[in-house]
């Protein structure tokens, strides 16, 4: 079964610094990765995808992320960190079958993130 | 093109009432996801549907917990006679056929007294 781990329960980062939350997975072909943000009382964002082809992947908000397959990563970046970016960051991986839609999504456990002015 | 709505946004049960969330996935989407939250748990898959078909529904309690998507209306998750244990935020995701991203809605958030 596939699993997500994200080591940072909590990061605080200064406002402009530059951001990299973690992410692990574990599954047991090519994965399909995610970053989603959640604000407090709010659902889920989608930031970005992994799917294949490049393995940085461009997202909003001024997020990437890198699909590194030796080191089983999908670590999301943004090099200047805004107030507003406070919020909760979940990853997670999605099962496929044979090109299907199915997409059932194994979360990791989040990290909160604290943006300091 | 409106987003995944949810409602009620917001319910109070008293234990051994029933709770009934609803889901309307985002147009041209066939496909529901079910998840919950659970404090200090995270974000826990329950069951994928799609149009009058159960297609996983590994991650649901055995009992006291239901869910369908009939081929008129909204996706329904139904818990039965409900437990403390059950105060969660409830979240439905849709995805549109051939898709694997999928797009949350924001969430009920039932708290059982």
């Known amino acids: 079964a596939q699993s997500v781990t994200q080591p940072d329960i909590h990061i605080t980062v200064s406002e402009g610094a530059s951001l990299e939350l973690r992410c692990n997975y574990s599954y047991g072909a090519t994965p399909y990765l995610f970053w989603y943000v959640q604000s407090p009382g709010q659902g889920l964002q989608l930031l970005l995808k992994y799917f294949s082809g490049d393995t940085l992947v461009q997202g909003i908000k001024g997020f990437e992320a890198e699909f590194k397959r030796s080191q089983s990563s999908f670590n999301l970046r943004k090099p200047s960190v805004h107030w507003s970016d406070a919020a909760e960051y979940f990853c997670?991986?999605?099962?496929?079958?044979?090109?299907?839609?199915?997409?059932?999504?194994?979360f990791g456990q989040g990290t909160i993130l604290t943006v300091h002015p | 093109n409106a987003g995944v709505m949810q409602n009620p946004r917001h319910l109070v049960r008293r234990r051994g009432q029933e709770a009934r969330l609803r889901c309307s996935p985002m147009?041209?989407?066939?496909?529901v996801y079910w998840y919950r939250q659970l404090p200090e748990e995270g974000l826990k898959f329950m069951v994928y549907l799609q149009k009058e078909n159960i297609i996983d529904e590994s991650g649901m309690p055995k009992e006291r917990f239901s869910a369908e998507f009939p081929k008129e209306g909204p996706s329904i998750l139904r818990i039965q006679q409900v437990v403390r244990g059950d105060s969660a935020a409830y979240f439905c995701?849709?995805?549109?056929?051939?898709?694997?991203?999928?797009?949350f809605g924001p969430g009920t958030r039932l708290t059982v007294t």
């Open positions: 995701a849709s995805s549109p056929p051939g898709y694997y991203e999928q797009y």
């Open positions: 997670a991986v999605g099962e496929h079958a044979g090109g299907t839609s199915y997409g059932k999504l194994t």
């Open positions: 147009k041209g989407h066939s496909h």
